[in-house]
């Protein structure tokens, strides 16, 4: 079992040593010359593809710029609508702003007629003091 000691050469190598040595000449230069032909019709390919590919990639670009255009175009308007919709908010928050207010000040009054019903009721079931001086001694004797 042998192995091949002989490398691959590359078309432009194979074109080179064409042309260096006469014997082999005209076979390595053609093998050269098809190889380096066929290398820069993959070259030309591949760069087509790059073409094609940045011709689609822009025409993503340009929908994604188009679609964020609608976006900001919304944004702007919902931005715009902001001061209305601000405004209307407090109108709303006015009309249930009075009636915690109505509430707090019925409670108030409440309490207040409370209290002043029971300081009332209390000084009429507690008897008045006598204008006469007490009749037991008030000292405690030792």
Sequence with gaps: MSTKAETR???RERLTRGLTYTAVGPVDVTRGVVGLGLNSAQSAASELRRHYREGRLSKEIAAAQETFAQELAAAQEVVASLPQVYQEARQSQRRHGKRPWIIGGAAVAIVATGAIAFSIVRRSTRPDPSPLP?????????
């Design 134 to 142: 007490p009749s037991v001694d008030v000292q405690p004797r030792p």
């Design 9 to 11: 050469l590359t078309p």
